[in-house]
């Protein structure tokens, strides 16, 4: 059976740090999409990260990550 998402986390993160995100993430039962792209004034890599998840599960992923996401939430 296919689980129903009705929240999606959009989380833009520099380079190689997605790594340890992803990873937390995972630990809690989250799991994501990792798309590689670049772009801003300096043309620096970047990684977003799509996040589908029940809403009653938003407090969750955001608040025991915000140390990995870094003032995300």
């Keep these: 059976m296919m689980q129903q998402y009705d929240k999606m986390i959009l989380a833009i993160l520099q380079g ?3 790594h340890d995100a ?11 999409t990792v798309l590689n792209s670049s772009g801003g004034f300096l043309k ?3 990684v977003t990260l799509m996040i589908g998840l029940e809403s009653a599960r938003l407090g969750e992923a955001l608040g025991g990550r ?6 995300l939430a």
């Design 16 to 18: 190689d740090d997605y």
């Design 44 to 46: 620096k890599r970047s």
């Design 66 to 71: 915000k140390e990995t996401f870094a003032g």
């Design 22 to 32: 992803v990873h937390s993430l995972n630990e809690h039962g989250f799991y994501a």
